[in-house]
């Protein structure tokens, strides 16, 4: 079990000591039942750290917000505080981290990595949650063995088996550890045996092609384009999104001219060619680097399916180069990357 | 107008509207959201509050304003002004209600907005008063409504299990009920009795306060310039699922979307748009007087608290609760607005 209380001693202890500057962790939220993302610049708040089934986010993100304030603050001629900042990692957080660090957006040296175990299961789906009677309501899930989850409602507590609200990424999880630690809270648990790799979208691209289109076309049908799963994505870090409206940035010095002819590629309308337009960019830009944390697809507010997209590429990479996205930071990434004995047959 | 509306007779009614396009709630893909009645449908009213609210039925994410081409070298535009059926949008819950005045507010008040009015005018809205709350985060009370509050909704329907207790709340309301013939019975001795009890039981229950309503404003206002909106906003990712679910932020952008360039053939398109976009406030020169989370976040909340309190005298927020529940980070709007007013 993740001993709670010597996290926080942990955290405390490298705030204490200044080898940090700041823990990037979760803490309880205000609403609801899912514990939220903070950042701890005083060893005195380290108190408030939590680590339960209901840490969902990657916070591996939040490093790609501190590296982005690190270079403004440099832009504007202020020396930034070159210590680390420690982030609390889950398995997915940890693979997230080892993609930032092998492409070089991080350096190693500016992070530690405080690994937590997910006990063997991982963390909750809240639709699934809240699905169940009074599920809406609950006010703490808490892990129970590999098996179970103890769910408290008003004064209730009920075990419910971890199959039935773990999260579609978790059941399909491949390493449910943080391979990638300075330091671990838990046991490290490799067998699982919940559900195959790539499950979902192996009985997904069973479909006919026909049937495949008229799927998608449902699902980008009702793609508000809120943008939440790019927002969430550790690995979406462009500066500029191809399908933003202002797509590259406006200087004092950029002329009328190069406003008015600029190509967009991609219109404002949230209708089915121009969702299917980014959905697909997207996805084609995270071949070999999504690590499936599934939090595109969990922070949807209309549920639109994205980990078969990600999942299906991350596949790719796997079965015919034996790739996976954040095992080690050291390997050469995928796509910069040639092996003499790659196959080739898709190149026609 | 009060009626009886025996639960197995709803479709009967339904089916009498059949010059009109009916949604209702229906559950897809494992959320809540409007869907065309169809023939096969059955219409299930035990909804959760719907992912999308209403107004996307006077306020689509995407209106055409007009059509452009080049004939012979002249340019040529086509008005695409719209003109729907009459659209009766049912299972409504009355925050949601209580969104679609304040909007109608917005698109009228300097200005009458044709493409707003033209579906808004047909648009009817049979509300479901809430027998209780669906999620901690249903703040309805806390802001000056109720799970059985009639504003904005020409018909409101009450929940008494075999069958509803459906009131006329306008005259377009009456007129649809009318048409639902002897699908409605009268009114029982006890009905009044037991409309008022559920609706008692509904509001019995505590939801999460709102500050000191009558003083937001003001603590707003005074707070402006604090550190605690970007301490408040460290997380926030920047996402639109706040603005886009909310029943009454109605910010939009209007793009020409050119489908021909060497005809100069295209749509002049009216799209929903989003203050917690880093582009929704971004100037030509490149300057962008909201270039930070906090102060984004801070727009968001002064617009519900603040600025509508001062432009049009009532908040804005009608505590649907879908920021909060639906929010990537726990950012959570009732704490935010408890925090500046007791900072
Ligand atoms: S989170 Fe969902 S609705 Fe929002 S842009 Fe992504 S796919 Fe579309
Ligand atoms: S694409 Fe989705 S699953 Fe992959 S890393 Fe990004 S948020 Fe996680
Ligand atoms: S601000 Fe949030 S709670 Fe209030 S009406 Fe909008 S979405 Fe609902």
Known sequence: ?348 | MEKILSKDRLREWVDALDDCEVLAPAFADSVWNYARVEAETVIDLSHTNTINPPKQFAFPQREVFFRFERADGVPRLTPTLPDPRPTVVIGVRPCDGRGMPRNDTVFSKEFKDPYYWARRERLVLVGLACNQPHSPNCVCQSVGGAPHAEEGLDVLMTDLGDRFHVKGITAKGGELIARGGDAFASLQAGDPAEVARVHAAASSHPQRPVAELGTVAEAIRARFDSPLWEEMARHCIGCGICTYLCPTCHCFDINDEVTNPNHGTGERVRTWDNCQFPDFTMHTSGHNPRGDLGSRLRQRVAHKFLYFVENHGTQQCTGCGRCISECPVGIDIVAVVDRVSRA
Request: proline residues 4%.
């Open chain 1, 1 to 348: 079990m993740v001993n709670v209380d010597a996290l926080r001693g942990y955290a405390a202890d490298l705030l204490e000591k200044g080898q940090v500057r700041a823990v990037i962790g979760y803490r309880r939220g205000t609403a609801g039942v899912l514990a939220q993302p903070c950042t701890i610049d005083e060893a005195g708040e380290a108190e408030t750290l939590v680590w339960d089934p209901t840490c969902l986010n990657n916070l591996a993100r939040y490093l790609v917000e501190d590296r982005q304030q690190q270079a403004a603050a440099q832009t504007r001629n202020k020396t930034p505080d070159g210590r680390p900042v420690a982030i609390v990692a889950k398995g997915c957080d940890s693979r997230a981290v080892a993609v930032l660090l092998q492409e070089n957006y991080l350096k190693r040296e500016d992070v530690v990595i405080i690994g937590v175990s997910c006990e063997g299961s991982g963390v909750i789906d809240p639709r699934k949650l809240a699905a169940r009677p009074e599920g809406r309501w609950a006010s703490r899930v808490d892990f129970a063995g590999a098996d179970a989850f103890k769910v408290t409602v008003g004064g209730d507590e009920t075990l419910i088996p971890a199959r039935d609200l773990l999260a579609d990424r978790c059941l399909e999880c491949r390493a449910a550890a943080p391979a990638l630690n300075d330091v671990l809270f838990g046991e490290v648990v490799t067998e699982r045996g919940l559900d195959e790799p790539f499950r979902a979208v192996k009985a997904a691209q069973g479909a006919t092609e026909d049937a495949r289109w008229a799927t998608w076309e449902h699902h980008f049908d009702r793609c508000l384009r809120c943008f939440a799963c790019r927002a969430v994505c550790p690995m979406c870090y462009c500066p500029e999104c191809v399908v933003d409206s202002t797509t590259f940035v406006n200087t004092p010095g950029t002329t009328a001219e190069e406003k008015a002819t600029r190509i967009r590629w991609c219109e404002r309308s949230a209708s089915v060619s121009e969702s299917a337009l980014y959905h697909l960019t997207r996805a084609i830009h995270l071949a070999g680097r999504c690590i499936d944390c599934g939090e595109c697809e969990r922070v949807c507010p209309v549920n639109i399916p994205l980990r078969l997209l990600n999942t299906k590429l991350e596949m790719e990479a796997f079965e015919q180069f034996q790739y996976e996205a954040g095992r080690d930071f050291g390997q050469a990434s995928l796509l910069s990357s040639f092996r003499d004995e790659d196959p080739n047959s898709f190149i026609r």
